[in-house]
C-alpha cells in the first residue's frame, strides 16, 4: 500500500492551500496587534472574494487553456471588448441580448485564437500576444478612445443588478465564480471530457494516437477562455455601468500569476482550477492585506512578484525532491530480502522503483 | 587476451543505493581491458543503465571502487569521466534538435569559436572512417531517429576516448545502420586501440562483437567470460536466470483461414508511400520487414488514418472506415505505436488511466462520467493477465520498465474491440524475457481472433511470430512471403533490393 495521505498533504500538492491560510493567519494577527478592525470578519472575506472573483472566474478557464498545453495572453483584451460590447447594445436591445452579444464577441476571438493556434500553426504565445494588442485597439476605435457610460435608467438597473444584487451574504459575482469553478472541476475530475483534456497536454501525439480530436480540444479551451473573459467583461461593465478603454489592462498577467500560483503546468497536462482560485485569492488577499494595513500601494508589485516566483521554485523544487527522495522504508526491506524469484525469469524489482533506473519507457 | 598488467578500468564491489531505498547494484566486479570490446548484458532492471551513470559520472556510487589506469577515481560530474576518457552513447541521446549535424557531433570540444571550416573537415574524415554519410549542415530534429543514433555515435567518436560506452547502440536502428555501427565497434577496438563497453539486448551482436562479456543480474555480476568460451544459451540463461525458450518454437499454432477482416485498398501518401493493397485475415499475424525509412511506420499510420495526407481506403468487416484515428479506434483498429514514450502513454498519468485512453466511453455512464472502479477492475485485470510488473495501477507510468510500459500501450486496445492490431516494433529496446512474452502476447490475440500487422526490425522475431510477410522498400511493397518458407537472409536480400527488381517507388509515382 501506498500513503496517499501525506502526498496530497504534501508542499506540492497542497501549498497553495497552505499558503493562503498562513497569508491569512498572518493578516489576521497583525491586524489584531495593530488594534484594527477584526481582519477575520465576514464583510471583510466576502469583500475578498467579491474583488477576486473576475480573474478567478478568468484563471479557471486559463487553467484548462494550459492544461491542454496552451496559453492565453489575451483575456483582459478580451474582457475589455466584452465590456464595451455590452455597454454600447444595452441601451437599445436590452440587457440580455447585449450579454449575449458580448459573448459572442469574446467567444470568437477565442476561436480565432485557437483556429491561428490550432489549424494555421502559430505559436500560442504570439498569436494571443498578437489579439492582446489588436483587441485592445480594436476597443479602442469601437470607443472612440472615450469612456463608454449606460445612457438609460432602465439598462443601469438591470446591470446593477445582474452585478451588484446579493443571494445572502454573497454577491453575485461570488457565486458565479463558485458554480463556473464548480462545474469545471467537475468536468475535468469526473469526466470523459476532462480525461481527454489532460491527456491531449500529457502527450498531444498519444493522445491523437488514440482517436482523440487534439484539435478540437485546445480550440475549444480557446473559446471556453474567450467566453469566460467575456463574462468578466460584462461583470466589470455591469458595477460600473460604465466603462474605460483601458479598463483591465495588465490584468491578464494577474490571471495568469493566478494559475501558475495554483501549481498550473505552463507544459500542459497538469493543474488544478481549485488551486487557481486558491492562487486568486493569495493575490487578492495581498491587495487587501495591503490596504488594510496601509502599506501604501508600491509595495504591492514587489510582494506580488516575489511570492510567486518562490510559489514556482517551492512546485519546482518540491516536484524534484518528491521524485528523488520519496522514502518509502519498507521497500528498501524488500530489496534487502532479496528477489523472490518469481517464475517470470527477468528479476523482479519489489517496487517500480528498480526497474524505472533501467529504463525510463 | 591482453595480458598488460593493469586493466584500464577495474570495478571492484561497486554498489549503489538510492535515497528511497532502491539498490541497484550490490557490489559489481567489472574489468575491462584496453583494445577489447566488452560486452554487458542484462534484463530490465539488472543495473546496467546505473552501471553507466556511474561510469559516466552523472550518478555517485554508493561503495567500492573504481580503477581507472589503476588508480582509485570518483567522479562527481560528468566533465570529469570525460576529460579522463570515457564517452558515453546514452540510449537516448541528448542532442539539441535545432543545431546542425556537425555543431551536434562536436559540441562537447574545447574552444571558444565555432571554426566552421575546420570542423567540417573533422566531421567528414569521422564519417569517411566509418562509411556513412550524413549532411553536416542538416537540422538534427528533421532527422529520422536511426540517424539521430548515427549522430550520437560521430559524437561520441569525436570525443577520442580511451573507453566508449555504448548503450544499445542499435536498438533503434535497421539492418544497414545496424552494421555501420558493428563495423564502427570493431574498428575502434582493433585498429585504434580503444576499448569499448558494449549493453545490448541482441545476444548474437555480442556474441559476434566482443571479446569479453559480463552479465549483470539484480545487481550483481553473475558471468564474466571471454566470450569465446559461452555461447547463447548460456548468456541467455544468465540474464534471466533459468533456461531460455527457442524463440523459434511457436507458443501457439497459426491460423491463416479465418475470414477477412481488414481490406487495403491503395494506401498511399504522397512521397512517402506508393499504392499499397493486401489484406489481412482473422486470426493471422502479418509481418512487415524492411528498412529503416522503407515506409513501414508510414504504412501503418496511412492505414490508421493518422498521416492526414494519405488517401485510399481501408475496409473492415467490408465496411469502408473513415480517414482519420477517432474514425479508426471507432471502427477497432489500434495502432501501437513506435516510440512508446513519445506516441503511446501519457507520462502523468498513472497506468490505469493510460490504460482506458482509447476506449475511455466503454468506462464511462452515458460515455460521460468516467466509472473509476470499472477503469480499475480493467487496469487490474489488464495487470494480471500481461503480468505488466507494477507496484499498483496508480502508479505513473514513467515509472515503469520499457517492456512493462510497451505492454501498457498493448494492453490499451484489449480493453475496447479492436479487430485489427497494428503494432509498429513493439519489442524494440526490450529484455529478452519481456521480448518473448509480448511475442506470445501477439500470437495468443491472433489466436482469438485478431488480424495482426506486426513491424519489426529484428527478422528472427518476425519469422518466428508472423504468419506471412510482406517485404517492404522504398515507400513501396516489393514482395511476399509466407514466414514457414522464407528465412533471414532472403528477407534481407528483398529488403535491400539485391533480388528481384528495383519497385516503382512513391517518389517516382507522383
Redesign the interface.
Given at each position: 500500500m501506498r500513503l496517499e495521505a501525506p502526498r496530497v498533504l504534501g508542499l506540492r500538492e497542497a501549498g497553495v492551500y497552505y499558503a493562503l491560510a498562513l497569508l491569512v493567519l498572518a493578516l489576521a494577527i497583525v491586524c489584531a496587534a495593530l488594534g484594527r478592525p477584526s481582519y477575520l470578519s465576514a464583510v471583510n472575506l466576502i469583500n475578498i472574494l467579491y474583488q477576486a472573483s473576475p480573474v478567478a472566474l478568468m484563471g479557471v478557464a486559463m487553467t484548462v487553456v494550459l492544461i491542454t498545453g496552451n496559453f492565453d495572453l489575451s483575456v483582459a483584451s478580451v474582457a475589455a471588448l466584452a465590456a464595451a460590447v455590452q455597454i454600447g447594445a444595452v441601451d437599445t436591445v436590452g440587457f440580455w441580448p447585449a450579454l449575449l452579444l458580448a459573448l459572442a464577441a469574446a467567444g470568437a476571438v477565442g476561436l480565432l485564437n485557437g483556429i491561428m493556434v490550432q489549424l494555421v500553426g502559430i505559436n500560442a504565445f504570439i498569436v494571443t500576444l498578437g489579439t492582446l494588442t489588436a483587441i485592445r485597439g480594436l476597443v479602442l476605435i469601437v470607443t472612440g478612445g472615450r469612456s463608454l457610460m449606460v445612457q438609460t435608467p432602465e439598462a443601469l438597473a438591470a446591470m446593477t443588478n445582474f452585478e451588484s444584487g446579493r443571494a445572502g451574504p454573497f454577491p453575485y459575482p461570488i457565486l458565479y465564480m463558485a458554480a463556473f469553478t464548480l462545474l469545471v472541476w467537475g468536468v475535468l475530475q469526473l469526466t470523459t471530457i476532462g480525461r481527454r483534456t489532460y491527456a491531449v497536454g500529457g502527450n498531444a501525439e498519444a493522445a491523437r494516437l488514440c482517436g482523440i480530436s487534439v484539435n478540437a480540444y485546445r480550440i475549444g479551451a480557446f473559446v471556453l477562455s474567450g467566453l469566460t473573459a467575456g463574462f468578466a467583461g460584462v461583470l466589470y461593465a455591469s458595477r460600473f455601468g460604465a466603462m474605460n478603454p483601458t479598463a483591465l489592462q495588465g490584468e491578464e498577467l494577474t490571471v495568469i500569476a493566478a494559475a501558475i500560483l495554483g501549481g498550473t503546468s505552463l507544459f500542459g497536462g497538469a493543474g488544478s482550477v481549485l488551486k487557481t482560485v486558491a492562487g486568486a485569492l493569495v493575490l487578492y488577499t495581498l491587495t487587501n492585506g495591503f490596504n488594510i494595513l496601509n502599506l501604501g500601494a508600491n509595495y504591492q508589485g514587489l510582494i506580488e512578484g516575489t511570492v510567486l516566483i518562490g510559489a514556482a521554485a517551492i512546485y519546482t523544487v518540491g516536484g524534484r525532491r518528491a521524485t528523488l527522495f520519496s522514502a518509502r522504508p519498507r521497500d528498501f526491506h524488500a530489496l534487502r530480502a532479496g528477489p523472490t524469484g518469481v517464475a517470470g525469469g527477468e528479476p523482479r524489482p519489489s517496487s517500480g522503483a528498480q526497474a524505472r533506473r533501467e529504463e525510463p519507457l | 587476451m591482453s595480458d598488460r598488467p593493469v586493466p584500464l578500468l577495474d570495478l571492484e564491489r561497486l554498489e549503489k543505493s538510492?535515497?528511497?531505498?532502491?539498490?541497484?547494484l550490490r557490489g559489481v566486479d567489472l574489468t575491462v581491458r584496453a583494445a577489447t570490446v566488452h560486452g554487458l548484458l542484462g534484463?530490465?532492471?539488472?543495473?546496467?543503465?546505473?552501471l553507466i551513470r556511474i561510469l559516466s559520472g552523472a550518478a555517485r556510487a554508493s561503495g567500492g571502487n573504481i580503477l581507472w589506469q589503476g588508480e582509485s577515481v570518483c567522479w562527481s560530474r560528468p566533465a570529469q569521466a570525460r576529460a579522463a576518457g570515457i564517452a558515453t552513447l546514452h540510449?537516448q541521446i541528448p542532442l539539441v534538435g535545432t543545431l546542425s549535424v556537425l555543431e551536434n557531433v562536436l559540441l562537447a570540444q574545447r574552444g571558444r569559436w565555432r571554426r566552421g571550416a575546420s570542423l567540417q573537415g573533422r566531421l567528414r574524415r569521422l564519417m569517411t572512417s566509418i562509411g556513412y554519410e550524413l549532411d553536416p549542415d542538416a537540422q538534427v530534429a528533421t532527422l529520422p531517429i536511426g540517424e539521430r543514433q548515427m549522430v550520437g555515435i560521430l559524437q561520441a567518436l569525436a570525443a577520442e576516448a580511451s573507453l566508449i560506452i555504448m548503450d544499445e547502440p542499435t536498438a533503434s536502428l535497421a539492418a544497414a545502420e545496424r552494421r555501420i555501427v558493428h563495423r564502427t565497434i570493431r574498428r575502434l577496438a582493433e585498429e585504434e586501440g580503444r576499448a569499448v563497453l558494449l549493453v545490448s539486448h541482441f545476444l548474437d551482436e555480442v556474441l559476434a562483437l566482443t571479446g569479453e562479456v559480463t552479465v549483470l543480474?539484480?545487481g550483481v555480476a553473475v558471468l564474466s567470460s571471454p566470450t569465446a568460451a559461452v555461447d547463447e544459451g548460456q548468456l541467455a540463461a544468465a540474464i534471466?536466470?533459468?533456461p531460455p525458450r527457442d524463440p523459434r518454437a511457436r507458443a501457439l499454432p497459426s491460423a491463416t483461414a479465418g475470414p477477412m477482416v481488414a481490406e487495403i485498398a491503395g494506401i498511399a501518401s504522397p512521397g512517402r508511400l506508393a499504392p499499397c493493397s493486401f489484406g489481412v485475415r482473422a486470426g493471422e499475424v502479418l509481418g512487415i520487414a524492411g528498412f529503416l525509412g522503407s515506409g513501414r511506420s508510414e504504412l501503418l499510420h496511412a492505414i490508421?488514418g493518422?498521416d492526414r495526407a494519405a488517401c485510399g481506403e481501408v475496409r473492415l468487416h467490408g465496411r469502408p472506415v473513415g480517414r482519420?484515428?477517432?474514425?479508426?479506434?471507432?471502427a477497432g483498429i489500434a495502432?501501437v505505436?513506435e516510440d512508446?514514450?513519445?506516441?503511446?502513454?501519457?507520462?502523468?498519468?498513472p497506468l490505469v488511466?493510460n490504460l482506458t485512453?482509447?476506449h475511455?466511453?466503454q468506462f464511462?455512464r452515458w460515455?460521460?462520467?468516467?466509472r473509476s472502479e470499472s477503469e480499475t477492475a480493467a487496469a487490474e485485470e489488464a495487470v494480471v493477465r500481461l503480468?505488466i510488473?507494477?507496484?499498483?495501477v496508480?502508479?505513473p507510468?514513467?515509472?515503469?520498465?520499457?517492456?512493462?510500459?510497451q505492454k501498457v500501450s498493448i494492453a490499451?486496445w484489449l480493453c475496447g474491440t479492436t479487430h485489427l492490431l497494428l503494432l509498429d516494433e513493439p519489442t524494440a529496446?526490450i529484455?529478452v524475457?519481456?521480448k518473448a512474452?509480448i511475442l506470445d502476447l501477439i500470437r495468443g490475440l491472433a489466436a482469438a481472433g485478431l488480424g495482426v500487422v506486426l513491424v519489426s526490425s529484428e527478422l528472427t522475431e518476425l519469422i518466428a511470430a508472423a504468419d506471412r510477410i510482406l517485404i517492404m522498400r522504398e515507400g513501396a511493397i516489393v514482395a511476399e512471403r509466407l514466414a514457414a518458407q522464407t528465412n533471414e537472409e532472403e528477407l534481407v536480400l528483398l529488403a535491400s533490393g539485391a533480388a528481384g527488381t528495383r519497385p516503382a517507388t512513391a517518389v517516382e509515382l507522383q
Open positions: - | 538510492y535515497p528511497n531505498g532502491t539498490v541497484a534484463a530490465n532492471g539488472a543495473g546496467k543503465s546505473t540510449q543480474r539484480d534471466i536466470g533459468r490508421f493518422a482519420s484515428p477517432a474514425a479508426a479506434v471507432a495502432l505505436p512508446r514514450r513519445s506516441q503511446a502513454l501519457v507520462p502523468e498519468f488511466k485512453l482509447a475511455l466511453g464511462a460515455g460521460i462520467f468516467v503480468g510488473r507494477t507496484r499498483d496508480a502508479t507510468v514513467s515509472e515503469l520498465s520499457g517492456g512493462n510500459a490499451r529496446g529484455d524475457g519481456a512474452q
